[in-house]
Each structure stands twice: as structure tokens, then as C-alpha cells.
């Protein structure tokens, strides 16, 4: 009886220790959300401030005017972000950056390109935790 109770008491401490591994995880995952959601919502708000949406600014014959311009002659068609769009993609704007209690002034451009980066990253995380 007394090999049958360690045995009983060692799979509960694996069960425990599993679930403790599965409630980090979740709470991971809640974690990884609210920032996912923060740099939408960052990103929401630099896109209003330019006037643009996700795909207002279009440039499909960007790859092709690309091979046509030769060397010397000016570009057929001006690179635009689509985020910036025509907004002035210098213009400092006020960031924090993530997990950090650091504010600074970035150009607008590279403001919404960390962001979309950060965003890019916690998707990949996602689809690899799926």
C-alpha cells in the first residue's frame, strides 16, 4: 500500500507540474495578445495621422518600373510607403518603445516600421504556438 501511495503521489506531482507548464503558457499567450493588440492599435493611429490605409497606397507596377529604369534616368514612379503613403516620413513622432519605459522621438517611418516589425514578430510566435 505504502509503493501504491508514492506512486499515486508522484503522478500528481507530474500532473501538477504540467498544469503549472499550461498556465504559463496561456498566460504567455495573453501577453503576446495585449502587445499584438498595442502595436495594432499604434499602427491604426500612425495610419490616421497620414491619412492612409492599410491599402490606400498602391504601387503594383513598382517591381516593373523598377526593371525598366536604367541606369542614369530618373525612377518611373516614386516609392511610396504604404503606411507613410505621401505623409512626410521624417516628421519626429513620439514612441515607446516595447518593454522598455523609454520615450523618443523617431521619424515617422521608422516609428511605424518597428511597430509593424514587433507585429510581424508576435504573428510568427502565434502560428509557431498553433
Same mark, same amino acid.
Given at each position: 500500500?505504502? /509503493?501504491?501511495?508514492?506512486?499515486?503521489?508522484?503522478?500528481?506531482? /507530474? *500532473? /501538477?507540474? /504540467?498544469?503549472?507548464?499550461?498556465?504559463?503558457?496561456?498566460?504567455? *499567450?495573453?501577453? =503576446?495578445?495585449?502587445?499584438? =493588440?498595442?502595436?495594432?492599435?499604434?499602427?491604426? %493611429?500612425?495610419?490616421?495621422?497620414?491619412?492612409?490605409?492599410?491599402?490606400?497606397?498602391?504601387?503594383?507596377?513598382?517591381? *516593373?518600373?523598377?526593371?525598366?529604369?536604367?541606369?542614369?534616368?530618373?525612377?518611373?514612379?516614386?516609392?511610396? &510607403?504604404?503606411? &507613410?503613403? =505621401?505623409?512626410?516620413? =521624417?516628421?519626429?513622432?513620439?514612441?515607446?518603445?516595447?518593454?522598455?519605459?523609454?520615450?523618443?522621438?523617431?521619424?515617422?517611418?521608422? %516609428?511605424?516600421?518597428?511597430?509593424?516589425?514587433?507585429?510581424?514578430?508576435?504573428?510568427?510566435?502565434?502560428?509557431?504556438?498553433?
Amino acid at each position: 500500500m505504502d /509503493e501504491t501511495m508514492r506512486q499515486f503521489q508522484q503522478g500528481l506531482v /507530474e *500532473i /501538477e507540474t /504540467e498544469a503549472e507548464h499550461l498556465l504559463l503558457a496561456r498566460h504567455q *499567450i495573453v501577453e =503576446n495578445d495585449k502587445l499584438r =493588440n498595442g502595436n495594432r492599435e499604434a499602427l491604426t %493611429a500612425l495610419r490616421k495621422r497620414a491619412r492612409t490605409t492599410k491599402t490606400s497606397v498602391s504601387t503594383p507596377f513598382e517591381s *516593373i518600373m523598377k526593371d525598366i529604369v536604367g541606369p542614369g534616368s530618373s525612377p518611373l514612379v516614386k516609392e511610396l &510607403c504604404a503606411t &507613410c503613403g =505621401n505623409h512626410d516620413s =521624417n516628421e519626429q513622432t513620439w514612441m515607446m518603445f516595447p518593454g522598455t519605459d523609454v520615450f523618443a522621438r523617431i521619424p515617422f517611418h521608422a %516609428a511605424h516600421t518597428v511597430l509593424e516589425t514587433g507585429l510581424s514578430e508576435t504573428f510568427s510566435l502565434r502560428t509557431m504556438h498553433s
